[in-house]
C-alpha cells in the first residue's frame, strides 16, 4: 500500500461491541474484541489520516495519533458517528451495533422473587447507523463502508445487506473458531456497490485494514471527494 496515500483525509471508524443496559448491573451485547476496528484506526493513521475512532467497551488502549470517543450504547454510537461524520471523507463502520435494546431501563437491580417466573423481556428495535449515514451522506463523495459477521450464506446475506445497508463496500468476514469475533486474525471478502468482489486471505486483522484503506482509496481518486 502507498504511503501516507491518506494525507489531507479525515476517517471516522467505530471498533467495539455495544452494550445494551437492562439495570444497573446488567447488559445484552455481543463478542466484538474491537481489534478489527483499532487495526483499521492504526493502519489508517500510519497512511496520514486524520482518524476519529469511536469505540464501544474495548478496554484498548488507545491507538497512537487517533481521536478516541468512548460510547456505551447504540443510540450514543449513533449520535458519536453522526457528529465525527460531519467533515469525513470516510466512514468505516466495523462495531458490532445491537440491533435492539430492552425497552427499559431498571434503575435498580432487578431481583429474582421466590416462586415467581421471571419477566419477559421486551426489546425495542434499535437505529441502523450504517442505513443512516449511506442514505443521507455528510458531504458529496463521502465514502460509507460497512462489516457483516455471517454464519450461514456467508456471500449471499453479504450482497443483500449491502443493497440493503446502501454503502459503498462491506466488508464479509465469517464467524469462526480463529477469525472475526475476538482473535488476532481474519479473513473476508470485500464486497464494492460496483459489483466488485476482492477476497482477503485469512491473516493478521492489519492486513484486511490494509485492503480496506486501498479499496477506499481508489475510490477517492474515483469520486474527487476533498
Ligand atoms: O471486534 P473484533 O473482535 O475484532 O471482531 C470484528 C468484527 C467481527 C466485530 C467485525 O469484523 C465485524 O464484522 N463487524 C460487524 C459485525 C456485525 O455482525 O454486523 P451486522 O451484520 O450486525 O451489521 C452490519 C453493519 O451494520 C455493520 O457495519 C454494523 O456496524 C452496522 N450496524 C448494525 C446494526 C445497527 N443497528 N447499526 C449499524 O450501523
Same mark, same amino acid.
Given at each position: ?23 444497573? @448491573? ?12 483499532? +487495526? ?18 474495548? #478496554? ?7 481521536? @478516541?470517543?468512548?460510547?456505551?450504547? +447504540? ?96 466488508? @464479509?468476514?465469517? @464467524? #469462526? ?39 477506499? #482509496?481508489?475510490?477517492? #481518486? ?5
Amino acid at each position: 500500500s502507498a504511503e501516507r496515500d491518506l494525507a489531507g483525509r479525515h476517517v471516522v471508524i467505530s471498533a467495539g461491541g455495544t452494550r445494551e443496559p437492562l439495570d444497573p @448491573v446488567r447488559y445484552l451485547g455481543n463478542r466484538s474484541s474491537g481489534k478489527q476496528g483499532y +487495526a483499521l484506526a492504526r493502519t489508517a493513521v500510519a497512511r496520514g489520516a486524520r482518524v476519529t475512532l469511536i469505540e464501544a467497551n474495548t #478496554g484498548l488502549p488507545d491507538p497512537a495519533g487517533a481521536d @478516541v470517543v468512548r460510547v456505551g450504547t +447504540a443510540v450514543q454510537l449513533r449520535e458519536a458517528v453522526l457528529k465525527a461524520a460531519g467533515d469525513a471523507d470516510a466512514v468505516v463502520m466495523a462495531a458490532a451495533v445491537a440491533d435492539f435494546r430492552p425497552e427499559s431501563y431498571a434503575a435498580g437491580k432487578i431481583k429474582k422473587k421466590d416462586g415467581e417466573e421471571p419477566a419477559p423481556l421486551t426489546l425495542v428495535r434499535n437505529p441502523d447507523i450504517l442505513a443512516e449515514i449511506s442514505a443521507d451522506r455528510a458531504r458529496p463523495g463521502q465514502l460509507v463502508v460497512g462489516f457483516a459477521a455471517e454464519t450461514d450464506d456467508v456471500l449471499a446475506n453479504g450482497r443483500l445487506k449491502l443493497r440493503r445497508k446502501g454503502c459503498d463496500l462491506l466488508v @464479509v468476514n465469517e @464467524v #469462526g473458531e480463529r477469525k472475526t469475533f475476538g482473535s488476532e486474525e481474519n479473513e473476508a471478502v470485500v464486497l464494492g456497490a460496483d459489483g466488485s468482489e476482492t477476497p482477503v486471505p485469512y491473516g493478521p486483522k492489519e492486513a484486511l485494514a490494509d485492503t480496506v484503506w486501498d479499496l477506499v #482509496g481508489e475510490r477517492f #481518486g474515483q469520486t474527487g471527494a476533498a
